[in-house]
């Protein structure tokens, strides 16, 4: 066999696992982690088109995992083939030397891919530096490409980026823009969720008082799902916010003797059952006994039957786990 079929042979092999790995993701993250784990030793070996889908994929999945150096490691390497790619289209005039596209326009890889850094540097608690980031995305000066939908691009880029400047601030403490932030999110109902799960963590982190901000969204607590200019969020990642922010909002609510925030440890406990958290699931445990005195009869008997299905899930994963090995 030649060198070209063994090539040929190996990229067909790709984009096979490629494909599984999407049917396979789903709301289990153990799954989803093992899946990308498997998927990952084939990102190479894929065409470059495929290659920066996949690699946003595999992105949106440590995301929702957490797990941000191996974030930051894709968004570089995205950054990268987007980039060099950009150039050697903008060099020839041309859309491809194969004829074959990802599946968005190359520019919003690389916008992704400045979005993904900045927001590693907020995950790492280095507001400063996201900051610094954030006009990496707004300005598009350098796009070639001059039509409405570069414009919509942009025009969502730079909401999304005046949004995390107030963000970043909040989370750094500075109460002082709380009301700027609260203000500008109000008139982007698909942005009003994230902006709430940030503003309880840093009302937890800085014992802060945003009553009135939870009464005024009060619509965006129950889970669904939200939309941008490119479709709909994640779900993996939404899943996973939506499971922490009602540990936060039950921390909240305890840690103010409301006893409403045992429904919400409650909830959030179920929530990372169903997504197979562990992490989620032992914050809401110790929620739950450090204010067990504040639980009613039948709040006890649902903890009780919550924590059999953690337990069961994680037996599953440990299962799954040995499987794998």
Same mark, same amino acid.
């Given at each position: 066999?030649?060198?070209?079929?063994?090539?040929?042979?190996? %990229?067909? /092999?790709? /984009?096979?696992?490629? =494909?599984?790995f999407k049917i396979a993701l789903g709301d289990d993250q153990?799954?989803?982690?093992? %899946?990308?784990?498997?998927? +990952?030793? *084939?990102?190479?070996?894929?065409? +470059?088109?495929?290659?920066?889908?996949?690699?946003i994929d595999l992105l949106n999945v440590y995301y929702s995992l957490q797990q941000w150096p191996k974030v930051e490691e894709l968004a570089q390497k995205m950054l990268r083939l987007a980039t060099l790619r950009y150039n050697l289209q903008r060099q020839s005039n041309r859309k491809?030397?194969? &004829?074959?596209?990802?599946q968005r326009p190359l520019y919003l890889y690389i916008l992704n891919a400045y979005l993904f850094l900045s927001s590693i540097c907020m995950e790492y608690g280095d507001y400063k530096s996201a900051i610094e980031r954030v006009p990496l995305y707004m300005d598009g000066s350098w796009i070639q490409e001059d039509h409405e939908e570069v414009q919509r691009t942009l025009a969502q880029f730079r909401e999304w980026g005046t949004?995390?400047? *107030? @963000?970043? =601030?909040?989370?750094? &403490?500075? @109460? $002082?823009?709380? #009301?700027? *932030?609260v203000e500008y999110i109000s008139t982007q109902p698909d942005e009003i969720f994230t902006a709430v799960y940030h503003i309880i963590k840093s009302a937890n982190r800085y014992d802060w008082n945003v009553d009135h901000i939870l009464e005024r969204f009060s619509a965006?607590?129950?889970y669904r799902s939200y939309r941008s200019e490119f479709g709909e969020y994640n779900q993996q990642?939404? #899943?996973?916010?939506?499971?922490?922010? @009602?540990? %936060? @909002?039950?921390?909240?609510?305890?840690?103010?003797?409301?006893? $409403? &925030?045992?429904t919400f440890v409650l909830q959030s406990l179920e929530s990372s #059952?169903?997504?197979?958290?562990?992490?989620?699931?032992?914050?809401?445990?110790?929620?739950? %006994?450090? *204010?067990r005195y504040a639980a009613r009869e039948e709040e006890m008997d649902r903890y009780k039957l919550l924590i059999r299905e953690v337990r069961n899930s994680n037996a599953k994963k440990i299962h799954q786990a040995s499987s794998f090995m």
């Amino acid at each position: 066999m030649s060198a070209s079929e063994k090539y040929q042979n190996s %990229e067909r /092999l790709a /984009l096979c696992q490629y =494909r599984l790995f999407k049917i396979a993701l789903g709301d289990d993250q153990s799954i989803n982690s093992r %899946e990308a784990i498997l998927f +990952e030793c *084939y990102i190479d070996r894929l065409d +470059e088109a495929d290659q920066l889908d996949g690699i946003i994929d595999l992105l949106n999945v440590y995301y929702s995992l957490q797990q941000w150096p191996k974030v930051e490691e894709l968004a570089q390497k995205m950054l990268r083939l987007a980039t060099l790619r950009y150039n050697l289209q903008r060099q020839s005039n041309r859309k491809q030397d194969n &004829g074959k596209m990802p599946q968005r326009p190359l520019y919003l890889y690389i916008l992704n891919a400045y979005l993904f850094l900045s927001s590693i540097c907020m995950e790492y608690g280095d507001y400063k530096s996201a900051i610094e980031r954030v006009p990496l995305y707004m300005d598009g000066s350098w796009i070639q490409e001059d039509h409405e939908e570069v414009q919509r691009t942009l025009a969502q880029f730079r909401e999304w980026g005046t949004a995390n400047i *107030y @963000l970043y =601030r909040v989370l750094d &403490g500075q @109460l $002082e823009v709380l #009301a700027d *932030y609260v203000e500008y999110i109000s008139t982007q109902p698909d942005e009003i969720f994230t902006a709430v799960y940030h503003i309880i963590k840093s009302a937890n982190r800085y014992d802060w008082n945003v009553d009135h901000i939870l009464e005024r969204f009060s619509a965006y607590i129950p889970y669904r799902s939200y939309r941008s200019e490119f479709g709909e969020y994640n779900q993996q990642i939404m #899943a996973d916010k939506h499971a922490r922010f @009602l540990a %936060e @909002l039950a921390a909240y609510y305890l840690h103010n003797k409301r006893n $409403e &925030g045992i429904t919400f440890v409650l909830q959030s406990l179920e929530s990372s #059952a169903k997504i197979n958290n562990e992490s989620i699931a032992i914050t809401c445990v110790d929620l739950f %006994e450090q *204010y067990r005195y504040a639980a009613r009869e039948e709040e006890m008997d649902r903890y009780k039957l919550l924590i059999r299905e953690v337990r069961n899930s994680n037996a599953k994963k440990i299962h799954q786990a040995s499987s794998f090995m």
